[in-house]
């Protein structure tokens, strides 16, 4: 399995979380990997994404809450999540596109490696 993600969890509004994603069986440092999440009964959303020189993006809605890294020598990516919201509810998942490495995408389907997902849960 290329990509496994942990981390996730039940958090009250205003907590934080740390979720984590293990790669294996492609070259981790050349790629960009992003963070989707996926709330139910809605699109999967793009929340983040790194290049492979440590360039990082974010959607407005996590923009100043979320933070994503990388630690190349552990095949890792992280995302850092403090002051949750109810509206951060989702299955976050963590992705690959093995095909590009500095401008990355924000669509699901230009990612070529998916991890099976963790739920974060945020009560109000």
């Known amino acids: 399995v290329p990509l496994v993600e942990s981390g996730g969890g039940s958090v009250q509004a205003g907590g934080s979380l740390r979720l984590s994603c293990a790669a294996s069986g492609f070259t981790f440092r050349r790629n960009c990997m992003a963070w989707f999440r996926q709330a139910p009964g809605k699109e999967r959303e793009w929340v983040s994404h790194?290049?492979?020189?440590?360039?990082?993006y974010y959607a407005d809605s996590v923009k100043g809450r979320f933070t994503i890294s990388r630690d190349d020598a552990k095949n890792t990516l992280y995302l850092e999540m403090n002051t949750l919201k109810a509206d951060d509810t989702a299955l976050y998942y963590c992705?690959?596109?093995?095909?590009?490495?500095?401008?990355?995408?924000?669509?699901?389907?230009?990612?070529?490696?998916w991890g099976q997902g963790t739920q974060v849960t945020v009560s109000s």
């Open positions: 790194i290049n492979s020189v440590g360039t990082t």
């Open positions: 992705a690959a596109d093995v095909h590009v490495s500095y401008r990355c995408m924000v669509v699901p389907g230009a990612y070529d490696y």
